[in-house]
């Protein structure tokens, strides 16, 4: 910073304050450290910024080891978030979930000197890991436990669940079928809670609920089963791949989507709009999620404290050619 300071005749402060975005520092000024900066390929040591002012531009992401498209694609939204404020992330996947496993993670993370925590375990178990962590350590939850009296921010799955069920609904059909996820799953059993809501305020019994495990696979077995009921004129998909994996098994058994059977999904995976028909189904803002997540954080950090937080962020149904009219169905 000295050479860059020399280089650009300016003051070492200047430099500092060019680096960390300050507003108080003229155009002319900031071009020319910014020179001087390409000129020498001057690079931050994080590590000693770190021991200077006691704080890290790393967060420390905290997540399943998985592919999904929920949490993968939650943990790229956390990643453009950081780079747009000028920080970073360093990902702790989480292999065994049990209180050994997350203190070793939670230890790694922290010997990084990482700013803060977010926790991405959309699952029951995370509030037996959050536990383990240290109780002075910024912390923020995406879709973590509904209870729990921390920073959370959040999808309202359940209100997607709604919007996808009454969508069907408003078409025509008198029911609807759900092809649930896992039940350890928070977004799974918000989205189920939707459904039933949803049924029950237009005054209908719900059907039994099937499960799947968010892969097509699993999808494809339960549209075996629902191919069978002719009743079954509209389903209620977990989440896009589930729902790709039903409508496959319905056509095997003569049975055509839209024509026969509506389907809505959920995610709206980039796929999804080439899917054959393309597919009606509820949207995610993981951009926001990103965003508002480490927005907490960061406010954490500056302030000191953790005083609890909650985001809840709105799902977007998406229409497309997967749902007709009951009657044209018919």
């Not at 920073?151 to 997607?160: H, K, T, W």
């Not at 508002?292 to 985001?311: H, M």
Request: proline fraction near 5%; hydrophobic fraction near 45%; aromatic fraction near 4%.
């Amino acid at each position: 910073m000295s050479d860059v300071a020399v280089l650009a005749g300016v003051s070492h402060q200047t430099v500092s304050r060019v680096l960390n975005e300050h507003p108080n520092v003229s155009r002319a000024t900031r071009a020319k450290v910014l020179e001087a900066i390409e000129a020498l390929g001057y690079r931050r040591n994080l590590s000693a910024r770190a021991l200077a002012t006691g704080r890290s531009n790393v967060v420390g992401v905290i997540a399943q080891n998985t592919t999904l498209f929920g949490p993968s694609s939650t943990i790229a939204a956390l990643s453009v978030a950081a780079l747009d404020v000028g920080m970073a992330v360093t990902l702790g996947h989480l292999r065994d979930f049990d209180r050994t496993s997350m203190r070793a993670t939670v230890d790694r993370l922290m010997s990084q000197g990482v700013a803060g925590i977010i926790l991405l375990l959309p699952l029951l178990l995370a509030e037996d890991v959050i536990g383990a962590l240290p109780g002075d350590v910024p912390l923020v939850t995406v879709d973590g436990p509904p209870d729990w009296q921390g920073s959370n921010v959040l999808v309202d799955q359940e209100r997607g669940g709604v919007l996808a069920t009454e969508h069907l609904l408003a078409a025509g059909h008198r029911s609807v079928w759900h092809v649930a996820g896992p039940e350890a799953w928070n977004d799974s059993r918000a989205r189920q809670r939707g459904w039933e809501r949803a049924l029950a305020d237009a005054g209908q019994d719900a059907p039994p609920v099937l499960r799947a495990d968010w892969s097509p696979r699993s999808g494809h077995e339960a549209g075996r089963l629902l191919a069978r009921i002719p009743d079954c004129t509209a389903v209620f998909a977990a989440n896009d791949h589930v729902a790709l994996g039903l409508t496959r098994a319905l056509a095997e058994h003569g049975r055509s989507v839209p024509g026969d059977v509506s389907i809505v999904g959920y995610d709206d995976v980039p796929e999804s709009e080439f899917f054959s028909p393309p597919l009606t189904t509820v949207r995610q803002d993981f951009d926001r999620l990103g965003h508002e997540s480490l927005g907490l954080l960061t406010q954490q950090a500056r302030a000191g404290d953790r005083t609890p937080q909650r985001v809840l962020i709105d799902p977007v149904l998406v229409e497309r050619s997967s749902v007709v009219s009951a009657t044209v169905g018919a």
